[in-house]
């Protein structure tokens, strides 16, 4: 069982910066990708940006150019990076990973508690 810790996020005016940081802990065979998710009231929860193991990484439109995601894999670790921080960017991020099972190719989902970001026009 794979646990995540979330913290970073808060409230910020239009134009700030926050930075989020996940730690991961109790995988056995491997994280393979950890990655961002954020669900603002009301609507879905959709993809801000991932990263694999090998540092592979995929950002949403919406954010490409403001937001950077990185890892530390020694610490098994996901940091995301959020410059030039707009009001629709506000909701609740969620960590996410991806840990591997012993069988090649199959995969588990654990999420984190969620942390807040709001920010302010």
């Known amino acids: 069982q794979v646990q995540l810790v979330e913290s970073g996020g808060g409230l910020v005016q239009a134009g700030g910066s926050l930075r989020l940081s996940c730690a991961a802990s109790?995988?056995?065979?491997?994280?393979?990708?950890m990655g961002w998710y954020r669900q603002a009231p009301g609507k879905q929860r959709d993809l801000v940006a991932r990263i694999t193991s090998s540092g592979s990484t995929s950002l949403a439109d919406s954010v490409k150019g403001r937001f950077t995601i990185s890892r530390d894999n020694a610490k098994n670790t996901v940091y995301l990076q959020m410059n030039n921080l707009k009001p629709e960017d506000t909701a609740v991020y969620y960590c996410n990973a991806k840990d591997r099972d012993y069988a090649p190719g199959v995969y588990y989902d654990f999420w984190g508690q969620g942390t807040q970001v709001t920010v302010s026009s």
């Open positions: 109790g995988s056995r065979f491997g994280i393979a990708a």
